[in-house]
């Protein structure tokens, strides 16, 4: 079955980066694409980006432009997200998600059927 | 970007109870809207996609509608484990955007 394992929690201070991986397994890496999500402490949700397995396309929130980066290793079968200029309003839970969809009818929709347990990163002096 | 507005942010309900949650888009979203569970310290679950598509696994009693702008996710028999926090998440256009959650308590 479809499983989404991502890397330990990680304590960092401000100004410095993180680098979070998922390795994705129980299907074909490069049909999908990852999407990053990431949750303060006690807040809701908030998607970061999306890139796609199979060309490495990417798009992320405006939020982190020019701060993120998102790439695969379809190799390993591995999606990364890495952060710069850390703050500590990025202290977070980080979440990988497999997303899949369809267009039908000239309509596409797209989902995010499995996620990872997600990451802790803190940001602290 | 597309705001996402849920209502309500919480509420409490009891066993048995059917309980409706609401998204509004700013614009419309051509039913590109999936509902997300997520208990305390897990990661999120996906319990409806295209708007009103039940994903596999996810009990009968989840129900998604809605078109245009408005989407509502309806439990029709809340059971004790379904206490969690909903949200919905437009997947129409860039940048995707999750409802504020709606926190349903005993």
């Known amino acids: 079955h479809v499983q989404l394992i991502q890397s330990g929690g990680d304590v960092k201070k401000p100004g410095a980066s993180v680098k979070v991986s998922c390795k994705a397994s129980?299907?074909?890496?490069?049909?999908?694409?990852i999407t990053w999500v990431r949750q303060a402490p006690g807040q809701g949700l908030e998607w970061m980006g999306w890139t796609s397995a199979n060309n490495g396309n990417t798009n992320y929130a405006q939020n982190f432009q020019g701060r993120v980066t998102m790439t695969t290793d379809t190799s390993a079968s591995t999606a990364y997200m890495e952060l710069r200029s850390l703050r500590s309003d990025d202290t977070a839970v980080y979440y990988c998600?497999?997303?899949?969809?369809?267009?039908?009818?000239?309509?596409?929709?797209?989902?995010?059927?499995?996620w990872g347990q997600g990451t802790l990163v803190t940001v602290s002096s | 970007a597309i705001q996402m507005t849920q209502s309500p942010s919480s509420l409490s309900a009891s066993v048995g109870d059917s309980v409706t949650i609401t998204c509004r888009a700013s614009?419309?979203?051509?039913?590109?809207l999936g509902w997300y569970q997520q208990k305390p310290g897990k990661a999120p679950k996906l319990l409806i996609y295209a708007a009103s598509s039940l994903q596999s696994g996810v009990p009968s009693r989840f129900s998604g509608s809605g078109s245009g702008t408005d989407y509502t996710l309806t439990i029709s028999s809340l059971q004790p484990e379904d206490f969690a926090t909903y949200y919905c998440l437009q997947d129409y256009d860039y940048p995707l955007t999750f409802g504020g959650g709606t926190k349903v308590e005993i």
């Open positions: 614009q419309d979203i051509k039913d590109d």
């Open positions: 998600a497999r997303r899949l969809g369809y267009c039908s009818s000239g309509s596409c929709y797209n989902w995010f059927d499995s």
């Open positions: 129980g299907y074909t890496f490069t049909n999908y694409g």
